[in-house]
Structure formats: C-alpha cells, structure tokens
C-alpha cells in the first residue's frame, strides 16, 4: 500500500455516477496538496473491473449508483478485495446511510457540499491508515490464535515423562521447531513406566505439517500410552495404533512412523518394535555407534511384522531416539542432505560429551550446518534415555 513518503502517487479509485459530482471530487484531489492518482469508475461493474485489474489504495464510493445501491456496493468491493479502505459519499440527507456503511465495514464517509481539499486529503490518508491498523490487528489476532493451539498441540504431542518415584534412568528430551513453525509439525514421543518398573520409551511422527498431522499425533501418542498401561505390547500394540491411525487420519495417504523401546529395570538388554522409523544412536563412554533393529512398515502403508527386537543397552550409555528432522536438512551442494552417516560422523565429534549437553549440541550442529541453505525444514525431536542403576 502506498503512503506519503513513498515513491509513486496514491490510487485513489472514485466509483461515481454523475460527472459533475466526479469532477467535482477530482478538483478536491487536485487542490489537497497530496500526490494522488484518480481513477474514475461509472458504476459497480466498472469499480470491480478496475479493482481487479490494479488494487487502489482508497475507494471513494458512491452510495447511490445507477447499478446498486447502499451498503451493497461496499460489500461488492469487499467482495473484490477486502484489504482496500472505502470513504463513502453520500447526499446532506442520508448522513444515517453512511453511519450505516461505516457501521458495516467502511472507513470513513464524506457528506457532498460540505467537502473541502483538507477534509478530503484527511479522510483519504485516515482511512488508508485505519484498514492498515484493522488488517494488523486480525494478523496478530490470528497469529496469536495459532500459537495457542500450537502451544496445546505441543503439549499433547511432547507430554512429561510419567514416572515411578525411583525410575532407575535419566531421561533428556528436546523438541525444535522448524523455520517454518507456523505450521506445527507432526514429531511426538512419550516415556512412561509401568508399576513392573518398565521404562517404555517411543517417539513418533506423522508425515506432514499442520493442525490434522498434529491433531493424529496426539492421538497416537495418547493411545500408545493408554495401551501400554493396559498391557499391550510389540507387534499387538503397533496392530492398534495402526487401525487408530487409520480411523482417525485426514487422508487416506497419511501415515505414522514409530519407534517403541521397552526398558526393563535389570539387565543390559532392552526390547525394540519399529515401525519405518528410524535407528537410534547409542551414546556414551566417548563412542556413538547407529543401532537400527529390524522393523516393520511405517503405520497406514500396510499392516506389516512389527516383532521386537533385542538391543543392547550396556551400563554407562544411552540410546537416543530421534525423528527424521535431525538428519534430512541440506547440508550440501544441491540436494544433498546430512543423512544417517552424516548425523553420525557429527555425533561422534560431540561423544564426548555427557547425555544433556551431547543432544543439546548435536542438534545445535545440525542446525548451523543447515542455516547456509535456508535453516532446518522440519521439526526435530530427540530422546535420550540412560540407566542409572542396575
């Protein structure tokens, strides 16, 4: 929208259907001491053509035309762009048509006969600064609607771990938003323990971004939490999620990936089921090696052998999970990406570093390395799990 200062004079578009009137209204704009440029538009059909072929930065309408009348024409040019003010003009006697008209969207109105340059220049420059101020109030009210919902989106998709008084293991988690935050990605995890003393660790994410991926998110979570607590577990609680993700899910072409890992409170060995997720990395003692168990396929491509699987998880390490975000931002010339090989090689510049400051500067790395192609694409979420005891 152009403004005094601004390089260029104001599109003033006046939809007016007596030419004495319309001149009349012409020699103000000369006379009001502000670059203007007038376009003058017979009636409302002529209005919509001139409005969709170069948007003005002020409509001065008529509210008497041979073609409508009223408060009408003003919803016909809202129709046509509801972003353009509108300073209507009326007769001496119709001062309530006009109230009205402001009433119903209008930003300013003018009464014919008792119109002067400095009256109209104000109107003009006021109304343009009005709708400015209206359409910057309904972006922030919008804006700060989205980050409620994304605020509660969040905290179904990333809940507190739910644990037994003495768990028996360090627990650090970390969520990052992508660059493109205005729409909530579809990273989930939990990590609850089961009155055996079971630690059950998963992560998630749907494919896409937006309020249904994020809303299926939390579905899935909240239903791989109520199924552990009633017992279900591997192949048969992935057989669930599968048919809640299918009865839940926007569109038949949305699925899940998912990995669950099962933590008993004595031994080195723990229990993986993984569903077109990826592997973990395994942390600690200076080393970071790829742990990736056999699995199935991801939840909505096709019901699939979700066995678990064994894997080792010695004293004095920890296995992270993650989503696919810390791994697939450019990095490179092209199309080249960090991938698995690449997470690793970086991972293993930071396995010195203990459990909290080792995840929190992984993806510290993976993020600068992406910021010279546009910073990362898609949400990240990590979870690092450790035995503390034996």
Not at 81 to 87: E, N, S
Request: hydrophobic share 45%; with cysteine; proline share 6%.
């Amino acid at each position: 929208m152009t403004v005094p200062g601004d390089t260029g004079p104001l599109q003033v578009l006046l939809v007016e259907d007596d030419r004495g009137d319309a001149i009349l209204v012409e020699e103000l704009i000369a006379d009001a001491g502000v670059d203007m440029s007038v376009v003058w538009a017979e009636t409302m059909a002529d209005a919509e053509k001139a409005i969709d072929g170069s948007r003005p930065d002020c409509v001065l309408l008529d509210l008497h035309l041979h073609d409508i009348e009223g408060v009408a024409g003003l919803a016909r040019i809202a129709a046509r762009d509801a972003t353009v003010p509108v300073v209507v003009l009326t007769g001496l006697n119709d001062e309530h048509v006009a109230s009205a008209a402001v009433a119903s969207g209008a930003q300013d109105y003018l009464v014919k006969g008792r119109v002067d340059p400095e009256t109209l220049r104000r109107a003009v420059l006021y109304a343009i600064e009005r709708k400015r101020a209206e359409l910057t109030a309904v972006d922030l009210h919008a804006t700060r609607s989205r980050e409620q919902e994304n605020a509660r989106l969040e905290r179904g998709l990333l809940p507190s771990p739910l644990l037994l008084g003495d768990p028996g293991v360090s627990i650090v988690t970390q969520y990052r938003p992508s660059r493109q935050n205005a729409l909530l990605g579809g990273d989930f995890f939990d990590i609850v323990q089961t009155p055996d003393h079971t630690v059950h660790v998963m992560i998630g994410d749907v494919a896409g971004h937006g309020p249904d991926e994020a809303a299926l998110g939390v579905a899935l979570r909240i239903a791989w939490r109520a199924l552990t607590f009633a017992g279900l577990r591997g192949a048969e609680r992935m057989r669930q999620l599968e048919r809640i993700l299918r009865a839940e899910r926007a569109g038949r072409g949305t699925f899940a990936t998912v990995l669950s890992v099962a933590i008993p409170p004595q031994g080195s060995a723990v229990t993986a089921v993984r569903a077109g997720h990826p592997g973990m990395l395994l942390h600690g003692g200076g080393t970071v090696d790829w742990v990736e168990p056999a699995g199935g396929p991801a939840l909505g491509l096709h019901v699939g052998d979700w066995t678990p699987q064994p894997v080792e998880l010695p004293p004095g390490k920890g296995l992270v999970l993650l989503t696919d975000g810390l791994f697939e931002g450019h990095v490179g010339r092209g199309n080249e990406r960090l991938g698995e090989d690449g997470l690793l090689q970086l991972a293993r510049s930071l396995a010195h570093l203990p459990g909290p400051q080792f995840v929190e500067a992984l993806i510290d790395a993976v993020e600068k390395q992406a910021q010279s192609h546009g910073g990362m694409a898609d949400d990240i979420a990590v979870v690092r799990v450790e035995r503390t005891s034996s």
